[in-house]
């Protein structure tokens, strides 16, 4: 299937997925108070969600898991996560954001978010508004945050290539570009293994504090690098 990368423009542009109206205006309240300049899409199925992706290539989308195929059907957990993989696997850059009271079950698809390039947060409907909202611009920026749906996990589960990354960053003072360069990948898929690492130490963005260095500060604790 073919990966195109969604249009960047100077208007933002969100789409929010929820068949519950109450649900779907609370959300689109929230986004104009952090975004008032924000274009905002909305779809309430499986079938109208893929034709509004398709149709406005949204900058970001907030999609619940429970929604039904089309209008006349029931909404259904296992709709929202293949809708979630067609996505991820059509468009390998979207930004994702999660919002639902199901997130662990996203554990189904962990393979296909590992490998997503795009931004992918998991938000439990039962957070604050603002935590929400802080999700949401990770999402945006790019950064990975699946914390919630790791479940049990014995030890850290860290890929060859981001143990190289973090090697050539902290141990040889690499910048992206000379890493890209050794590793012989693309510095998008540098900037990738970035997102991925620093999911798996629970470093995500901190007003005043640097991401690369608190990063390096968590992977010696791990034992990741000397």
Partial sequence: MANPSLSKSATFKVLVVDDHEIVLGGTIDL???QYPDAEVFTAQTARSTLEQVQKVHPDLVVMDLSIPETEAQTARIDTGIQVLRTLMQTYSNLNLAVQST???????????????????????KSLSSQDMLTRLDWARQGVTHTKDIKGVQTGLEVKPEWLTLLTLAFGEGLQDKAIAKRMQVSERTVRHYWTKVQDVLEVYPEEGKNI???TEMRAREEGLID
């Fill in 102 to 124: 199901y997130v662990r079950s996203l554990v189904r698809i962990r393979p296909e978010i590992d490998a997503h390039k795009g931004g992918f947060t998991a938000i439990d």
């Fill in 212 to 214: 690369r260095i608190q």
């Fill in 31 to 33: 986004l104009k108070q």
